[in-house]
């Protein structure tokens, strides 16, 4: 899987858009661009993922650059309960394939994440 | 919506003891996984299972066992618990696409 890149920290006030930025300049052209998230003492929650184009979900909006070599989380109205660690992966997205029959297993590999913070 | 649930939140247990962490999900998804979250180590994959009575090796194997006898569920066995064991906890299911996580057993074997 390819690695990825995200600033360990970043502050956003409360009732503002979130932007989280993720470098990933080795991705193949199969990985997809996954976002979670985990809050203090939580187990990780899946927020959106993407291929090429940009995604929106009840949650939040993922804007791929078109080289594919970054990509943005947007949160639209942070709240405090937004407050986590936000993870990007990249990774070949379909779990279903034969991956277990040769060894090595298809878990996802979370890396340091960005802190977001937000504050009141 | 997507629900995966963990048996306990918060366990403690002596060394030597066995503990059972049980897994659930709602989803009717074949794929189910099994990880350790340590500070410093991050999400490490112990075992996983693409379908009933089957299961796979992860990274850290040694020192667990698993059983998935039905489809909803996949419990993850510490056959005699170690201090070295104390750990996070997260059970996941996945569909083709996507793993969804439980909320995670906080595990402190004394």
């Known amino acids: 899987d390819a690695k990825t890149t995200q600033p360990p920290s970043m502050d956003c006030a409360e009732g503002r858009a979130a932007n989280l930025p993720c470098n990933h300049s080795?991705?193949?052209?199969?990985?997809?661009v996954y976002w979670y998230r985990q809050i203090h003492s939580q187990g990780p929650q899946y927020i959106i993922h993407?291929?090429?184009n940009n995604e929106t979900n009840e949650m939040a909006s993922l804007i791929i650059t078109e080289d594919r070599k970054s990509s943005t989380l947007i949160l639209p109205h942070a709240t405090l309960r937004d407050t986590a660690v936000y993870y990007c992966?990249?990774?070949?997205?379909?779990?279903?394939?034969?991956?277990?029959?040769?060894?090595?297993?298809?878990?996802?590999?979370f890396g340091k994440g960005t802190h977001l913070i937000i504050q009141p | 919506d997507v629900k995966v649930t963990q048996s306990s939140r918060y366990l403690v247990k002596r060394t030597g003891e066995k503990v059972f962490l049980e897994c659930v999900q709602d989803?009717?998804?074949?794929?189910m996984f099994w990880y350790r979250q340590d500070p410093g180590l991050g999400l490490r994959l112990i075992y996983f299972?693409?379908?009933?009575?089957?299961?796979e090796k992860g990274d850290i194997p040694e020192g667990y066992s698993v059983s998935r006898e039905k489809k909803e569920r996949f419990s993850l066995i510490l056959e005699s618990a170690s201090t070295n064991q104390t750990s996070m906890y997260l059970c996941?299911?996945?569909?083709?696409?996507?793993?969804?996580f439980g909320p995670g057993t906080r595990l402190l074997v004394l």
């Open positions: 993407g291929l090429k």
């Open positions: 080795t991705i193949s052209g199969n990985e997809y």
């Open positions: 299972s693409y379908d009933v009575k089957m299961k």
């Open positions: 992966i990249v990774r070949v997205g379909v779990l279903a394939l034969p991956w277990y029959s040769g060894g090595g297993a298809d878990g996802l590999t």
């Open positions: 989803m009717d998804h074949e794929n």
């Open positions: 996941a299911s996945s569909s083709v696409e996507t793993q969804y």
